[in-house]
């Protein structure tokens, strides 16, 4: 006589590989996606001429002058001149701003404090450290951005 499991059992075991085979293909979907933006942004860079470094974090950057000594940090209100640029070369805004750091996006706050007041820098920010998969206004979700930036005050 040939053994059959209860209904349960096999329901289980398929809802189980189920699960692996599905996680397995999100992990496989998310490396995709940071290889794919780490690609833009790395190209994106060739085309702009942007000699760029690595952070641990996935941004790029170029210092084009490193400013005083009076650096921001994550408490500091700043004030910025910048202009923010897709993948596409499309500008999705540019202005000046005073806003305190640690309300600014994580790029900005991870890449910014490498200057000093009168400085300028060419930022790459991963989606992950920009506005994510939810977007905002005109940068749809996932996007790597772009950003030049002026740093004018420090307080």
């Given at each position: 006589?040939i053994?059959?499991?209860?209904?349960?059992?096999?329901?289980?075991?398929l809802?189980?590989?189920?699960?692996?085979?599905?996680?397995?293909?999100?992990?496989?979907?998310?490396?995709?996606?940071?290889?794919?933006?780490?690609?833009?942004?790395?190209?994106?860079?060739?085309?702009?001429?942007?000699?760029y470094?690595?952070?641990?974090?996935?941004?790029?950057?170029?210092?084009?002058?490193?400013?005083?000594?009076?650096?921001?940090?994550l408490?500091?209100?700043?004030?910025?001149?910048y202009?923010?640029?897709?993948?596409?070369?499309?500008?999705?805004?540019?202005?000046?701003?005073?806003?305190?750091?640690?309300?600014?996006?994580?790029?900005?706050?991870?890449?910014?404090?490498?200057?000093?007041?009168?400085?300028?820098?060419?930022?790459?920010?991963?989606?992950?450290?920009?506005?994510?998969?939810?977007?905002?206004?005109?940068?749809?979700?996932?996007?790597?951005?772009y950003f030049?930036?002026?740093?004018?005050?420090?307080?």
């Open positions: 006589m053994f059959k499991p209860p209904f349960t059992l096999i329901f289980r075991n809802t189980i590989t189920t699960l692996l085979v599905f996680g397995l293909f999100s992990q496989m979907s998310c490396s995709k996606s940071s290889a794919s933006e780490k690609d833009q942004m790395i190209s994106y860079a060739a085309k702009n001429n942007i000699t470094v690595s952070d641990p974090s996935g941004v790029l950057y170029q210092i084009i002058t490193s400013g005083n000594s009076n650096k921001p940090r408490t500091s209100t700043i004030t910025v001149t202009t923010g640029k897709l993948m596409n070369d499309k500008t999705f805004d540019s202005g000046t701003i005073t806003y305190p750091l640690n309300n600014l996006i994580p790029g900005w706050q991870i890449a910014l404090p490498l200057i000093g007041e009168g400085g300028q820098i060419k930022i790459l920010i991963p989606s992950s450290l920009g506005y994510g998969s939810s977007g905002s206004g005109s940068i749809p979700g996932n996007s790597p951005l030049d930036v002026s740093l004018l005050k420090v307080k």
